[in-house]
């Protein structure tokens, strides 16, 4: 399923066809072994696609799209708390999904931890409180967690990109995967597209290599498919996938009452929404957009709909986009069938490479990518879930300020206290706290493995 590899000649005949002469004059003059590796280089690019939407967006309007939009129907916290039945329903069908080896885990880890003056790739980063364990430490520790609570083995997907596949890969088999079985643990890599000057022009970043960004994380989708992953997935009885970012430490994985109420919802994809700060933060909105369901970007709205209220004084497009989710193998099949569904965006940014005059340099870029939330408009149908920020959603984005990793291991110390208050322990404060997930996944771990046991805490403590 993956795309055909091109020979040489294919190679160059693309390049002559498209006028980039500087790439052909420039693979010309490398020596043989050289010629080797750019050449290999190249065939991991998909070069036709490049070429393919390089022309769309140069030949697209710039007159904005018509965009109705209009908040969504979702499914409110304020619902669940007055519903017990439903909410004990919809955990018992999501635990019954896990117990039944229908679930796998997704983490979407593509990226380096360049904005947060990390060398290496993102889930590397040390984020617990007490213990500075790595988001992928945290993440495979919650799996191994899940996986002896329901008496199972939840494979855990890894997409990785070209830049940091290695080092991942290196990570977790230092690491003895985290305590799960290397055979239950797939890496794959998203898929590359060269990088353009606004006139069209391939950048070569090295001597080797031309400049080239990933697909976006709606490429994982595509990956997924091309890598074969989604049929041995399928061949094996999983049926679905839960979907989450690396630089979120409050995620909680394969969330049994998100996998039931998505289930009951009888939908193809769904989303966990938190409510926004307030009416200045920047952030996705899920909403209807010409009528279908869609996450909204911020810059679409006019500024006076973005901070608009509603009749009793709420914010009116509340519904912030958290990037979790469950999609199901099939509607991911379906995406991939006919050719990918997803449709592709262009961003222009300042990008550091070398054209056709040969010089090394900054420029403006065109890069070409998918987002997976893309997928919403497309699902025969889809449901969102609110959730609690202060549970849910710290986002590890920046260096310092707001989604920073200083507020994420606030948020976390936050949540373990909060765990073990309810738990009736007493808790000095300014103290950091951390609990393992292989002692509690939950609140309600918690409180089964302190019965009839009172802490008090006075020091940093671990619980493991």
């Known amino acids: 399923m993956s795309p055909r590899k091109l020979a040489e000649e294919e190679i160059l005949n693309l390049l002559q066809i498209n006028g980039q002469h500087h790439i052909i004059n420039h693979y010309r003059k490398l020596n043989k072994e050289k010629r080797k590796v750019f050449l290999t280089n190249l065939q991991q690019l998909n070069l036709p696609l490049g070429f393919e939407l390089y022309k769309k967006f140069s030949q697209q309007e710039i007159s904005p799209p018509r965009c109705e939009i209009n908040p969504a129907p979702i499914i409110t916290q304020e619902t ?65 967690a899940l996986s002896l609570k329901y008496g199972i083995q939840i494979p855990l997907l890894i997409m990785t990109s070209q830049e940091n596949h290695e080092q991942t890969v290196n990570y977790f088999k230092e690491h003895n995967f985290f305590g799960l079985r290397a055979e239950n643990v797939h890496f794959f890599q998203q898929g590359m597209l060269p990088t353009f000057t606004p006139e069209g022009c391939l950048l070569l970043k090295e001597e080797t290599n031309l400049l080239a960004n990933p697909d976006g994380h709606g490429g994982s989708l595509k990956a997924l498919y091309e890598s074969s992953l989604l049929d041995y997935l399928k061949n094996h009885g999983f049926t679905e996938l839960f979907y989450c970012q690396v630089d979120n430490p409050l995620v909680k994985i394969a969330d049994p009452l998100f996998l039931g109420v998505h289930k009951m919802e009888e939908a193809e994809i769904s989303t966990k929404v938190v409510r926004r700060r307030d009416l200045k933060e920047k952030v996705g909105i899920y909403g209807l957009l010409n009528g279908q369901p869609a996450i909204i970007e911020y810059s679409d709205f006019l500024p006076a709909d973005y901070e608009a209220l509603d009749e009793k004084g709420n914010i009116r497009y509340w519904a912030g986009n958290t990037a979790i989710h469950i999609i199901s193998l099939s509607f991911i099949e379906r ?130």
């Open 80 to 144: 669940l708390q007055n519903d017990h039945q439903r909410v004990r329903k919809a955990r018992a069908i999501g635990e019954d999904l896990l117990r039944s080896q229908k679930v796998v885990v997704l983490i979407v880890a593509g990226g380096q931890g360049t904005r947060l003056g990390f060398e290496g790739p993102k889930g590397i980063f040390p984020i617990t409180p007490v213990k500075k364990k790595s988001l992928f430490q945290l993440f495979g520790e919650t799996i191994k």
């Open 335 to 464: 995406l991939n069938q006919r050719g990918f569904a997803l449709p592709y965006h262009r961003a222009i940014k300042d990008v550091y490479g070398c054209g056709p005059e040969g010089k090394l340099r900054q420029r403006p870029g065109w890069k070409f990518e998918t987002f997976v939330f893309d997928a919403l408009s497309l699902a025969q149908k889809c449901c969102a879930l609110e959730v609690s920020r202060e549970e849910e959603f710290a986002p590890v984005k920046n260096k310092e300020g707001a989604d920073s990793p200083a507020t994420a291991r606030a948020a976390l110390n936050s949540l373990y206290q909060r765990w073990l208050r309810e738990a009736g322990a007493e808790i000095s404060p300014k103290i950091q706290i951390e609990i393992s997930p292989l002692f509690a996944l939950d609140k309600d771990d918690l409180l089964v493995r302190l019965k009839g046991k009172k802490l008090i805490l006075t020091e940093d403590t671990y619980l493991a």
